[in-house]
């Protein structure tokens, strides 16, 4: 991977790191115009600057499908690449192994992810790799006319009358059952939602999934589709409202109806939750995977934060990395000595 330097500060206004958004922004973007995507896009340029991530100190990987075209699309100063069909996962884990100080953020697809990457994004998760891993979930592949995806829903029809006989992978479903430490679902027409979830995984230290439906204007925005925009806004259930408050400057909240729960992340920024639904705990693992299930048996999108545990030891952490990039050390530090070799193998005999 390369990134260029960090661009000298903008005119106008600009973020605690002295950037302006501008910088945040990538290549004009080749999807089809309306294409929930280059809402997801156009979020993410905004997380990204409201929460002054370093474009030098960012890493952006993606896999293949229209979703993994995306990182083209912001932060163009910034390291990239595009990897093989399902492959950004180990992709992801192997650039956050040599530089533990990059803000990892994986772009895949439900096709990327949920058929050929499934086995990748399992053990991702199992490793608790520190990362932003969004997935832009449409349910059809795209790339190739419009045919099922693996998260399309039982009942769903494709654009041609055909009805989906098959279960589907639930993005979120799946995460939460393997250990993610951090799953939320949104919608990439609600920035109001999606933003905060954003800067939220940004700052979580472990694998942060968002499964984020974006409906595919050209093969999957019809009538009898459960992933169209119409679809969506009529059977969307919110879990709460969220705000994001950063470490290192103090907000004061004040919701004056409804219960509020406050969700300190590691590095000491917090999210505040007010519950509008049913009662919903994001630190109990049954009671997310609760919440996906019943929301799927009532035909509803369930979004907001499902499941959140800011303790979990992410892989730096298990492997015992040291805090010097990996990158950075030399072969003094990472070869052994002649003699602690034959120590080694003494200890062998």
Not at 192 to 217: E, M, N, W
Not at 296 to 325: C, I, N
């Amino acid at each position: 991977m390369t990134a260029t330097a960090t661009p000298p500060p903008a005119a106008g206004p600009r973020n605690r790191i002295g950037i302006g958004r501008e910088t945040y922004k990538g290549l004009p973007t080749t999807l089809c115009a309306g294409c929930g995507h280059n809402s997801i896009t156009n979020h993410l340029i905004k997380a990204l600057y409201e929460s002054a991530i370093p474009p030098h100190r960012l890493a952006k990987t993606s896999g293949i499908g229209c979703s993994s075209k995306a990182i083209a699309y912001f932060v163009e100063s910034a390291h990239g690449l595009n990897a093989v069909h399902g492959r950004m996962p180990s992709i992801t884990t192997g650039a956050k192994l040599a530089d533990r100080e990059l803000v990892m953020v994986g772009i895949s697809g439900d096709g990327d992810t949920a058929s050929i990457g499934l086995g990748q994004y399992c053990h991702l998760i199992r490793r608790n790799v520190d990362c932003t891993y969004i997935v832009e979930d449409n349910g059809v592949y795209g790339l190739t006319k419009g045919q099922f995806s693996a998260t399309a829903d039982i009942g769903s029809v494709q654009k041609k009358g055909q009805v989906n006989e098959f279960e589907t992978i639930d993005i979120c479903g799946l995460a939460v059952e393997l250990g993610a430490s951090f799953v939320a679902r949104s919608f990439s027409g609600d920035g109001k939602q999606l933003v905060p979830l954003l800067r939220a995984a940004f700052a979580h230290r472990g694998t942060a999934v968002l499964d984020v439906i974006s409906p595919c204007v050209t093969f999957n925005d019809h009538e009898g589709s459960t992933k169209s925009y119409e679809y969506v806004k009529a059977h969307d259930t919110v879990l709460q409202e969220l705000d994001f408050i950063p470490a290192d400057r103090e907000i004061v909240v004040d919701y004056p109806e409804g219960t509020t729960t406050t969700v300190r992340l590691h590095d000491g920024s917090e999210m505040v939750l007010r519950k509008l639904g049913p009662e919903h705990d994001p630190s109990d693992r049954l009671a997310a995977l609760r919440v996906v299930l019943e929301g799927r048996s009532r035909g509803e999108l369930v979004t907001g934060l499902l499941y959140v545990d800011p303790e979990m030891a992410d892989l730096t952490e298990r492997e015992r990395l040291p805090q010097v990039p990996l990158r950075d050390l030399g072969e003094a530090e990472l070869r052994l000595s002649p003699d602690a070799f034959a120590q080694l193998l003494a200890e062998w005999a």
